[in-house]
């Protein structure tokens, strides 16, 4: 396991976890299967936006990539 490996398995959310899954939720009710893709795929670009580190970004889409 890579140092990045390490912190992209760490939560750093706690207990508002929880709270942002529900949101997560709430934001693709209704929505089709391509209207659910297309929100996902602007979340991922807004988030890696804030992330703003090309390498930590990569890392992360590798660690998904593996499941």
Not at 14 to 29: N, T
Not at 39 to 64: C, F, H, K, M, Y
Request: aromatic share 2%; hydrophobic share 50%; charged share 25%.
């Amino acid at each position: 396991m890579t140092d990045d490996d390490a912190q992209l398995g760490r939560d750093r959310l706690g207990p508002a976890g929880d709270d942002i899954y529900a949101a997560l939720m709430a934001a693709h009710e209704g929505l089709s299967f391509t209207e659910s893709a297309a929100l996902n795929a602007r979340l991922v670009l807004l988030l890696a936006n804030l992330v703003g580190d090309r390498a930590q970004i990569e890392a992360a889409i590798a660690a998904a990539a593996r499941r």
